[in-house]
């Protein structure tokens, strides 16, 4: 008999009826499932929302759906959170597949310790990779010490690195960030709303701000043997390589100066270095070089944009005074 238990999923999906129906079909294996799923749907045809009107063998879950007002990751889960009843809160894409006991797995992990406020699965597919020489010196100038393993860290200007997949390592580890692939959330825990208002398309780095927030007060874990397959589906916002650039420059430097309120000299000087290491990788590959100008423009662009929030904040404070 399948559980139900006190969780909302939220679910924001565009265009993706097909890797949608495989990630509810995984879920209706599940020996225990949410009570239910607030799907917010930006797609441009009926088919997502014709398969969630769909009875689908052993799932229990009761699906909500609505069409999104508003397109982008976060702001389609700050819609889906305002209709959600239940005191736990569960972050999902809609391309995964959850292997046997995942979730019972979450709920096992976030229920252990009441001081735990979030617990993220472990992506099989996208997992953490030793540093090599020249990397792990990147995050030793950017952590500001040596350690023997970075993974589930977000070390300096915000670079958040995956957790780790050992078997010598617990079941539940501590982590200091949390993706919004497969995390599940207490309730109390979450800011109101969940992702501010410049997190906007592809949403680049709402995990990490999110989780980051949550984990001033709460502890963040990774629950090792809750798994996932991570299927990622293209899109159209992962079709610009300018639009990524300069996205995740603006954005990391708001997790960086507003989020983690690091905002000194030398905190600049990490972000200007991590920047100039992810140009100077993409150089290793014929594709990189193809896409150096579009990307060396999406970071000028995005420097601009920073200066000039900036200047009118520096202009708003004067006019204040």
């Given at each position: 008999?399948?559980?139900?238990?006190p969780?909302s999923?939220l679910?924001?999906?565009?265009?993706?009826?097909?890797?949608?129906s495989h990630?509810?079909?995984?879920?209706?294996q599940?020996?225990?499932?949410?009570?239910?799923?607030i799907?917010?749907?930006?797609?441009?045809?009926?088919e997502?929302?014709?398969l969630?009107?769909?009875?689908?063998p052993?799932?229990q879950?009761?699906?909500?759906y609505y069409r999104?007002?508003?397109?982008?990751a976060?702001?389609?889960?700050?819609?889906?959170?305002?209709?959600?009843?239940?005191?736990?809160?569960?972050?999902i894409d809609d391309?995964?597949?959850?292997?046997?006991?995942?979730l019972?797995?979450?709920?096992?992990?976030i229920?252990?310790?009441?001081?735990?406020?979030g617990?993220?699965?472990?992506?099989?597919n996208?997992r953490?990779?030793?540093?090599g020489?020249?990397?792990?010196?990147?995050?030793?100038?950017?952590?500001?010490r040596v350690e023997?393993s970075?993974?589930?860290?977000?070390?300096?200007?915000?670079?958040?690195?995956?957790?780790?997949?050992r078997?010598?390592l617990?079941?539940i580890?501590?982590?200091e960030?949390?993706?919004?692939t497969?995390t599940?959330y207490r309730?109390?825990?979450l800011p109101?709303?969940?992702?501010?208002?410049?997190?906007?398309?592809?949403s680049?780095?709402?995990?990490?701000?999110?989780?980051l927030?949550?984990?001033?007060?709460?502890?963040?874990?990774?629950?090792?043997?809750?798994?996932i397959?991570h299927?990622?589906?293209?899109?159209?916002?992962?079709?610009?390589?300018?639009?990524?650039?300069?996205m995740?420059l603006?954005?990391?430097h708001f997790?960086?100066?507003?989020?983690?309120?690091?905002q000194?000299?030398h905190?600049?000087?990490?972000?200007?270095?991590?920047?100039?290491?992810e140009?100077?990788a993409?150089?290793?590959?014929?594709?990189g070089?193809?896409?150096?100008?579009?990307?060396?423009?999406?970071?000028?662009?995005?420097?601009i944009?920073?200066v000039?929030?900036?200047?009118?904040?520096s202009?708003?404070?004067?006019?204040?005074s």
């Amino acid at each position: 008999m399948t559980l139900l238990l006190p969780i909302s999923t939220l679910v924001p999906t565009r265009n993706r009826a097909v890797a949608f129906s495989h990630t509810l079909h995984s879920l209706a294996q599940q020996s225990s499932q949410p009570s239910e799923m607030i799907v917010v749907d930006g797609s441009a045809n009926n088919e997502t929302e014709l398969l969630c009107r769909q009875k689908i063998p052993h799932l229990q879950t009761t699906i909500v759906y609505y069409r999104a007002t508003e397109i982008g990751a976060a702001t389609q889960r700050n819609q889906a959170m305002v209709h959600a009843t239940q005191d736990f809160i569960w972050l999902i894409d809609d391309d995964i597949l959850l292997e046997p006991e995942c979730l019972m797995r979450l709920w096992t992990a976030i229920n252990s310790d009441r001081s735990i406020g979030g617990v993220n699965a472990m992506i099989t597919n996208q997992r953490y990779l030793p540093p090599g020489r020249i990397s792990r010196r990147l995050f030793q100038f950017l952590h500001g010490r040596v350690e023997s393993s970075y993974a589930g860290k977000c070390i300096g200007p915000a670079l958040n690195l995956l957790p780790e997949d050992r078997e010598d390592l617990p079941e539940i580890v501590a982590v200091e960030w949390l993706n919004t692939t497969c995390t599940l959330y207490r309730r109390q825990a979450l800011p109101n709303p969940l992702f501010p208002a410049n997190f906007v398309g592809y949403s680049l780095m709402e995990d990490v701000t999110l989780s980051l927030t949550v984990g001033k007060s709460w502890r963040l874990v990774n629950a090792r043997t809750a798994r996932i397959f991570h299927d990622s589906q293209p899109g159209d916002h992962k079709n610009n390589a300018g639009i990524l650039a300069k996205m995740e420059l603006i954005n990391r430097h708001f997790v960086m100066t507003q989020i983690l309120e690091r905002q000194q000299l030398h905190d600049y000087w990490k972000l200007t270095v991590l920047q100039l290491f992810e140009v100077a990788a993409l150089l290793q590959t014929r594709q990189g070089w193809r896409s150096l100008l579009v990307v060396l423009q999406g970071k000028v662009s995005g420097l601009i944009e920073i200066v000039q929030a900036y200047s009118n904040a520096s202009d708003l404070k004067a006019t204040k005074s």
